[in-house]
């Protein structure tokens, strides 16, 4: 089974807002709402971001929301700043594979 | 607070073994499940599997079958990776992390470190 499907690299300057998609399948981001994203830093485990396609652990900014629509999720990042440039990852139960995660999509603040 | 600390980096040559801890505090044990998920240097996450802590029941990746096995100690709050026949593409940080069954991992391990090279 492949991975999600993110975009390799996203950007932004401060204060702006982006949108990282992850495309999924019936079998797994369309048929759950069991999609979860995480932020990681180089070097620096994974931080949970949002879970169940979109709601915020507690300690999570409010700038950083999720969405889903179809077989594709969205995690959008607001109010941009220098501190959320890292590397996210979306991640989807499914039925035949369990846990997919995304490729990964590469967050510059310009 | 929550924490999980990991047993230190290894080296391995190809064919071993390795077996990895993840030792659990800040929480009852038994009421979270714990994933494995593991990163190839400069790659993305991959889920490896889950272990109930509380029956011992596993769940594991379907290309990991017959060489992954996880296992848990209730008296000491550890839970075991041992990952067998490895391979130079088994070279990456493996991480534990504190989840639900199917939703969310919500504290990670720190990484262990597992290279394998003759």
């Known amino acids: 089974q492949s991975a999600l499907t993110q975009p390799r690299s996203v950007s932004g300057s401060p204060g702006q807002s982006v949108t990282i998609s992850c495309t999924g399948t019936s079998s797994n981001v369309g048929d759950y709402n069991y999609v979860s994203w995480y932020q990681q830093h180089p070097g620096k485990a994974p931080k949970l971001m949002i879970y169940?396609?979109?709601n915020r652990p507690s300690g999570v900014s409010n700038r950083f929301s999720g969405s889903k629509s179809g077989n594709t999720a969205s995690l959008t990042i607001s109010g941009l700043q220098a501190e959320d440039e890292a590397d996210y990852y979306c991640?989807?139960?499914?039925?035949?594979?369990?846990?997919?995660f995304g490729g990964g999509t590469k967050l510059t603040v310009l | 607070q929550v924490q999980l600390v990991q047993s230190g980096a290894d080296v391995k040559k190809p064919g071993a073994s390795v077996k990895v801890s993840c030792k659990a505090s800040g929480y009852t044990f038994t009421s979270y499940y714990i994933h494995w998920v593991r990163q190839a240097p400069g790659q993305g996450l991959e889920w490896m599997g889950i272990?109930?802590?509380?029956?011992?029941?596993?769940d594991y990746a379907q290309k990991l079958q017959g060489r992954v096995t996880m296992t848990r100690d209730t008296s000491t709050s550890t839970v075991y990776l041992e990952l067998s026949s490895l391979r130079s593409e088994d070279t990456a940080v493996y991480y534990c992390a504190r989840g639900d069954r199917y939703s969310y991992y919500d504290y990670w391990g720190q990484g262990t470190l597992v290279t394998v090279s003759s």
């Open positions: 272990i109930n802590p509380r029956g011992g029941s596993t």
């Open positions: 169940d396609v979109s």
């Open positions: 991640c989807s139960y499914g039925v035949s594979y369990k846990f997919l």
